[in-house]
């Protein structure tokens, strides 16, 4: 039995979740989309921050589009797990294709 590759990123739901500040991507570069998840407010709970409206984004990764013309679908979400739901379904959908 051969053992799994590693990956540098932690994974969600088998995709790699690459956070760089208040931005998250989610699904691999290599791949034809990729989410990108922006987290626009953030709300206290007891002494963490904790993201409330997320602006998700499921986008090509071809460097050769415009950026303008990268996003294929946006939507705004009330909290981080909601987005990663929709970016999930978004994302497995997409990839299907």
Known sequence: MAKA??????????????????TLYYGSMADKYVI????????????????????????YTDPEIRNRKQIVKTSEKNGLYLALDIADAWLTRALAE
Do not use: N, Q, W
Not at 7 to 16: E, L, T
């Open 5 to 22: 590759e590693k990956s540098p990123f932690p994974m969600y739901r088998g995709k790699p979740l690459v956070r760089s500040g208040d």
């Open 36 to 59: 990108r998840i922006d987290v626009k407010t953030k709300k206290k709970v007891e002494d963490m921050d904790v993201a409330d409206k997320c602006i998700v984004h499921l986008m």
